[in-house]
């Protein structure tokens, strides 16, 4: 059997095993079709297929994204989305040793290579202050608005994932927000997190993280997508 049939064949025999199938689970099965196709397409330019990869990874955050900038216009003042925060709500536990190394670079570690476009790159800032939710509109953006185009200060903090390329704001939420809305500006991060080699000590089945030594549950996502990128990046690092 075909390795992208024997691994699609394989999701289908997990869940073939519950009577229910969650939206979700449904949706999470479909994705894997897809990064299976593009991981196994005819082609011999590699770069070629981690670009189109990485652009599956965008398509699946960028509602995340959109939720985490707007939910405080959709709330009353204090009630908004809480920020993303690494590892809790990536995993939905605090990882160990025995299940995930969690691998920290500094700042200075972290090459310029590795900046973040705020027009194309997920960036996953979180409004929530109500009084920036007013004074930060129209302000920063380009030439024309009061704080000019966005620059990247000391307050704007973003710890970057690899091999997933998501960057997680921990500082500077509204004005990075604002690069992000008039597609202007890039960012550096100030953490870089490598959890390429960490990628085969857990699953994601559609619900939960598995351990793959154990096979028990060990925590859930905030969000599912969170998951799907997981087995993503697995093709990614092939």
Known sequence: MHKVQFEIHMFHCFFKKKKTISANEQSFIHVMEWANKIANRNTHALS???EAL???????????QAEHIRNAYLSSPHNAITEIKFPMDFFGFYP???EITIKYLSHEDSPVKYSLKLSSDIVLP??????????NLGSIGH??????EFTQNCNHRVTLILPMMIGIVTG???SITQGILTGNGEITPSGLVDLSDELNKIYFNGKHWISSTTNQIIGSPRYPELGWIWEIAKLLTK
Request: net charge positive; proline share 8%; glycine share 6%.
């Open 48 to 50: 070629r297929k981690k």
């Open 54 to 64: 990485h652009d599956l990874i965008k398509i699946i955050m960028k509602p995340i």
């Open 96 to 98: 160990t040793d025995q």
């Open 126 to 135: 979180t409004c929530w202050h109500p009084s920036s939710l007013i004074y």
């Open 143 to 148: 030439q024309a608005r009061p704080s000019g």
């Open 172 to 174: 500077g939420n509204h």
